[in-house]
T-cell receptor
Framework: GAVVSQHPSWVICKSGTSVKIECRSLDFQATTMFWYRQFPKQSLMLMATSNEGSKATYEQGVEKDKFLINHASLTLSTLTVTSAHPEDSSFYIC?????????????FGAGTRLSVL | GESVGLHLPTLSVQEGDNSIINCAYSNSASDYFIWYKQESGKGPQFIIDIRSNMDKRQGQRVTVLLNKTVKHLSLQIAATQPGDSAVYFCAAGGTYKYIFGTGTRLKVLA
């Protein structure tokens, strides 16, 4: 299957700092990328959907000024957690889907565990 | 609102036995379904998918069954192995986005 690379896999930061997470589709062009947040023993919570070159569409309750999403190219999307606080600590996972025969399949990155001290 | 649920939060299966994980979805407009496997600390991994115009699809050791009448799908794993231990999510959706179920943790007993 297609490969989605997410970096970093783990980050610890101080409260008030910003953290950037990268998501890359390595072997396909991702027309749409998704960012999820996952709490322990819970399902995936969709935060936002982004299409290349367009502004991200945020789900209800997700602060767009807090979680900045940039989908600069067909292979790269970034999520920046601005002024992070301990309550932002979570597991963040990106997902991408492209065109062609696999256009309906979302492929996931390995996730980023964010710990805010 | 839309929801996708799973009948059991945890399923324990003896190694070598078959596993059946169930999922119910609420949106009858869903036309594409995917099963994912998520190991601890990792992102979900695609297992198998099925379109709404099918009721069964088989992969390697896995079979997905879809019953649109009752909005239910299941994942069957044949000859369950220790490496199958993980959380399994179903996703229902289509063109725009998917709704993910809460997940079933599969425990394989030696």
């Amino acid at each position: 299957g297609a490969v989605v690379s997410q970096h970093p896999s783990w980050v610890i930061c101080k409260s008030g700092t910003s953290v950037k997470i990268e998501c890359r589709s390595l072997d396909f062009q991702a027309t749409t990328m998704f960012w999820y947040r996952q709490f322990p023993k819970q399902s995936l919570m969709l935060m936002a959907t982004s299409n290349e070159g367009s502004k991200a569409t945020y789900e209800q309750g997700v602060e767009k000024d807090k979680f900045l999403i940039n989908h600069a190219s067909l292979t790269l999307s970034t999520l920046t957690v601005t002024s992070a606080h301990p309550e932002d600590s979570s597991f963040y996972i990106c997902s991408a889907r492209g065109g062609g025969l696999a256009k309906n399949i979302q492929y996931f990155g390995a996730g980023t565990r964010l710990s805010v001290l | 609102g839309e929801s996708v649920g799973l009948h059991l939060p945890t399923l324990s299966v003896q190694e070598g036995d078959n596993s059946i994980i169930n999922c119910a979805y609420s949106n009858s407009a869903s036309d594409y379904f995917i099963w994912y496997k998520q190991e601890s600390g990792k992102g979900p991994q695609f297992i198998i998918d099925i379109r709404s115009n099918m009721d069964k699809r088989q992969g390697q050791r896995v079979t997905v069954l879809l019953n649109k009448t009752v909005k239910h799908l299941s994942l069957q794993i044949a000859a369950t192995q220790p490496g199958d231990s993980a959380v399994y999510f179903c996703a229902a959706g289509g063109t725009y986005k998917y709704i993910f179920g809460t997940g079933t943790r599969l425990k394989v007993l030696a």
